[in-house]
């Protein structure tokens, strides 16, 4: 089976230009989570869909961040613009509905310069 | 108030013996559960071990076992007989909210460094 699919694995901006962060989760899991991780602190949820509805947004700054999941499969995280807080790690796990279990990408580890 | 507590940054085990990840959390649900995730160097976010508040019997799986007192709130991992290869971040995070899995987000606690030497 395969594994969560996130590219690009690195990417470097400047402040103020914009990034796009792609995922695709194991076939058949109805539940996305995109995650950010700041270096040195555990992963923080940015949102939650099931199939193509959001389900949980509270912690995603929608002033410069958005995401979709417009087929119920692939999603795609957007940052624009980007600021120097930005850096960091962003994580995508998905799960099947019914499960506890989330399984994780590898993560796109972004810099902002 | 922090949900998920490690109150150890780093923690170093020689080889072949047994280690004891600390944490604690804090929650008014009283259906939740607690997870712990590995994290390599590269990255990836590795699932280890999981136990949920109803759950009778400490979960174990192979050389991880998780010690649960629901009167401390705590969930400590316990490794043993530690490989090089344990040498990673570890994350402790909790979910809250009734019902089946579907509905649910993870707070994770800010993680613990172990180094295994040989």
């Known amino acids: 089976e395969a594994g969560v699919a996130q590219s690009p694995r690195y990417k470097i901006i400047e402040k103020r230009q914009s990034v796009a962060f792609w995922c695709n989760p194991i076939s058949g899991h109805a539940t996305l989570y995109w995650y950010q991780q700041i270096l040195g602190q555990g992963p923080k949820l940015l949102i939650q869909?099931?199939?193509?509805?959001?389900?949980?947004d509270s912690q995603l700054p929608k002033d410069r961040f958005s995401a979709e999941r417009l087929k119920g499969v692939d999603s795609t995280l957007k940052i624009q613009p980007a600021k120097l807080e930005d850096s960091a790690v962003y994580l995508c796990?998905?799960?099947?509905?019914?499960?506890?279990?989330?399984?994780f990408g590898p993560g796109t580890r972004l810099t902002v310069t | 108030a922090q949900k998920i507590t490690q109150t150890q940054p780093g923690m170093f085990v020689q080889e072949k013996e047994a280690v004891t990840l600390d944490c604690t959390y804090d929650t008014s649900d009283p259906s939740y559960g607690l997870f712990w995730y590995k994290q390599p160097s590269s990255g990836e976010m590795i699932f280890l071990i999981y136990?949920?508040?109803?759950?009778?019997q400490n979960a174990t799986e192979g050389r991880y076992s998780l010690n649960f007192q629901k009167a401390r709130k705590s969930a400590n991992l316990v490794i043993s007989a530690s490989q090089l290869g344990d040498s990673a971040m570890y994350f402790c995070a909790m979910r809250e909210g009734r019902g089946g899995g579907s509905n649910y987000k993870l707070t994770f606690g800010k993680g613990t460094l172990l180094t295994v030497n040989p």
């Open positions: 869909f099931q199939n193509n509805g959001v389900v949980d």
């Open positions: 136990q949920g508040s109803y759950d009778q």
């Open positions: 796990a998905s799960k099947q509905l019914t499960s506890y279990e989330q399984y």
